[in-house]
C-alpha cells in the first residue's frame, strides 16, 4: 500500500497524503475542535489559563489523542493562550486571570495514530470592544480567503496573497491599518506538527511550490491593530507586539483535494468556507 513515505517529493521535503491518510488527519482534526470548542465555552472573566489548559489536555486525551504542543522544543503546555498584545505562544497559568474584555488567541494540536491537527481562534472574554471585535473578524476572514485560493495547480504564494488582498480589503472597510505579522506563518503539518513548506501570510501570488492533491498545510495569519513588529519575552516563548497593540490569531489545517480545500479541523458538521 502507498504510504507518505513512499510519495515524499525529493528537493522539497512535503508529504503527499493519500486519501486515507487524509481521512486520518480529519480525526485528529475533529480531536482539536473539540478541544476549542471546550476552552470556548469556558473562556470567561475569573477563569485563568490555566484551567483552559488542563480543559484542553483533559479533552485531548479523553480522545485517545495526545496534545502535540506539550514538551514540543520544551513548551510546557496543551495550548497556547496568547491575551490582548500577546500574538502567540503565550504559556498558560493558574496566575493569568482572564477579565472582561480580554481578546484571546487560542491555539491547539494534537496528535492521533501519528497525525497531526493544529488549529486556532480568537475569543472574546465577555463583551469585546468593537475595534477588538473587528479586529478578529480581519484576521479570520483573511484566513478563509486564504483557504479558498488552496487548490490544485495553483502555487503556494497564491494562499500568501489572498490573505494579504483579505487584509486590505478590511483596512479599507474598517478605516484601520492592520498589521500582518510577518515573522510567523502557516506550515506544512502531517506526521509531524511543523513541516514544509513555510506559508507567508503577504506576498505575490504564483511563487512556491505547486498545490498538489495530498498536501496538507496549516493556514494561520496574525494580525494586529498597530505596528506588525513583535518581540519574544525573557519565558523564550510569548510573543508579542512592540507597541502593546492587541493582536488576532485564527487557524486551520487544510487538505488540497480535487473537489478543492478541506478544512480538516473544521467542527463536526459546521461549514467553514
Given amino acids: 500500500m502507498e504510504t507518505v513515505a513512499s ?5 522539497r521535503g512535503i508529504e503527499i497524503k493519500t486519501p486515507g491518510e487524509l ?11 473539540r478541544a476549542l470548542a471546550a ?4 473562556a470567561r472573566p475569573g477563569v485563568s489559563t490555566g ?3 488542563e ?22 503546555a496543551s495550548i497556547c493562550a496568547s491575551v490582548n498584545e500577546q500574538i502567540v505562544h503565550g504559556i498558560p497559568t493558574r496566575d493569568l486571570v482572564l477579565a472582561e474584555g480580554d481578546l484571546l488567541s487560542v491555539d491547539c494540536g494534537a496528535i492521533l495514530e501519528g497525525w497531526h491537527g493544529d488549529s486556532a481562534v480568537t475569543l472574546g472574554v465577555g463583551a469585546l470592544g468593537e475595534a477588538d471585535r473587528l479586529l478578529s473578524e480581519a484576521t479570520r476572514e483573511s484566513m478563509l480567503a486564504g483557504i479558498r485560493a ?14 494579504e488582498t483579505s487584509v486590505r480589503a478590511s483596512r479599507a472597510r474598517d478605516g484601520v491599518e492592520y498589521g500582518i505579522v510577518e ?25 512556491g511550490p505547486k498545490l498538489k492533491v495530498g498536501m496538507a498545510i496549516a493556514i494561520e495569519p496574525m494580525l494586529t491593530l498597530g505596528s506588525p513588529e513583535t518581540e519574544e519575552l525573557d519565558d523564550e516563548w510569548t510573543v508579542v507586539t512592540v507597541d502593546g497593540s492587541r493582536a488576532a490569531h485564527w ?5 488540497i483535494t480535487e473537489d478543492g480545500p478541506w478544512v480538516l479541523t473544521a467542527p463536526e458538521n459546521e461549514t467553514v468556507i
Avoid at 480543559?55 to 510546557?76: H, M, N
Fill in 23 to 33: 481521512q486520518a488527519m480529519r480525526a485528529a482534526g475533529l480531536v482539536v475542535a
Fill in 183 to 207: 515573522e510567523y506563518g502557516g506550515h506544512g503539518i502531517g506526521t509531524r506538527m511543523h513541516m514544509e513548506p513555510f506559508l507567508p501570510n503577504y506576498g505575490r501570488p504564483g511563487k
Fill in 7 to 11: 510519495v515524499v517529493r525529493r528537493g
Fill in 39 to 42: 476552552v470556548a465555552a469556558h
Fill in 251 to 255: 487557524e486551520h489545517s487544510v487538505a
Fill in 150 to 163: 488552496a487548490r490544485p495547480g495553483g502555487r503556494l504564494t497564491d494562499i500568501s496573497h489572498a490573505i
Fill in 51 to 53: 484551567e483552559l489548559d
Fill in 55 to 76: 480543559l484542553a489536555e483533559q479533552t485531548i486525551r479523553d480522545a485517545g489523542a495526545v496534545p502535540s504542543f506539550k514538551g514540543y522544543q520544551g513548551f510546557p
